[in-house]
């Protein structure tokens, strides 16, 4: 079920692309907005700064005036506002089974559009010695075969594999990037954290031994959650850095999204507004706010 989901939002990327970019110069120059006119937008909490950069740009606001007009509910709650057309975009990760059939039973179809790359990364205590994971041993800790640090090269000590709820961002990547189609096993209520912050701030908040195990988005982790307790870890040697993950180097790669529902007219607001974000100049944009860009420099 999840491969064909992904064979889906594959096609519906290709035809965006495609057919969406050539105007992209022509677009940007005429697109601006008033707070009057301005989309609805929802989404994520990684990707507010971006929404926040994003109308100041297209309101030619100040910053701090723009945000005002910014208001994400998180990933699930920017689906269903999408979905029941209370909200005209949203910047997301990639829909979840249960938003992807509550799409459908509202006879609504999705439209899927990467706009900015990002990494699924893993994250351990500072302390532990680990300094990187194979993807097949994440897969065998989180289904429960690898349960001591010591069966991956590090201290004798038990792992505490923290997840985060069904429908969250990165539980949602976590299945689809990492798991596929094995099932992880059922986390205690005290490792399923409801936040990304907080997962990180568990791993780091250890006592005796830095026994945590967790994982997030580079971007969050980089740079709107920093703590200095917690390190990233190599997956197959290869250590997540805006290099790497921009060359496809680094195996968990993955994109943040703008959702749109595929009814939009072809000169809708947006479209429009995609437009400017797959264009040089949205993608610099992008790039100031921290993110890595989805396209390569020209």
């Given at each position: ?75 699930h ?9 209370n909200?005209?975009?949203?910047f ?42 194979s993807l ?47 099932t ?93 974000l ?21």
């Open positions: 079920m999840r491969k064909t989901r992904f064979i889906t939002i594959a096609l519906i990327l290709s035809v965006f692309i495609i057919s969406g970019c050539a105007d992209v110069k022509e677009e940007v120059e005429k697109l601006s907005f008033t707070p009057e006119t301005y989309p609805v937008v929802d989404g994520s909490t990684v990707t507010i700064p971006l929404s926040e950069m994003l109308a100041s740009r297209l309101m030619a606001l100040p910053l701090e005036e723009a945000r005002q007009y910014i208001l994400h509910n998180k990933t709650e920017g689906y269903v506002n999408l979905i029941e057309k909200a005209d975009i949203i997301v990760t990639s829909p979840s089974e249960e938003e992807l059939e509550m799409a459908k039973n509202h006879d609504v179809e999705l439209e899927v559009v990467p706009i900015v790359s990002e990494a699924f990364v893993f994250l351990i205590g500072k302390d532990n010695p680990v300094s990187g994971l097949e041993e994440i897969r065998r800790i989180y289904s429960g075969k690898i349960d001591n640090w010591k069966q991956v090269g590090g201290p004798d000590m038990a792992i505490i594999a923290y997840q985060r709820p069904v429908n969250s961002g990165s539980q949602t990547g976590f299945l689809d990037l990492v798991m596929k189609d094995l992880p096993m059922e986390a205690p209520i005290e490792q399923t954290i409801a936040g990304m912050g907080e997962l990180i701030d568990s791993v780091a908040a250890y006592t005796d031994s830095p026994d945590g195990l967790g994982y997030s988005y580079y971007y969050y982790t980089s740079e709107m959650w920093g703590n200095e307790r917690v390190k990233l870890l190599e997956v197959d040697g290869v250590e997540p850095n805006p290099q790497t993950i921009t060359s496809g180097e680094y195996p968990l790669k993955t994109a943040y999204y703008a959702v749109i529902r595929n009814d939009e007219p072809a000169d809708s607001p947006v479209r429009k507004m995609i437009s400017y797959l264009s040089e100049e949205g993608q610099a944009m992008v790039e100031e706010a921290g993110y890595v860009r989805v396209k390569e420099k020209p």
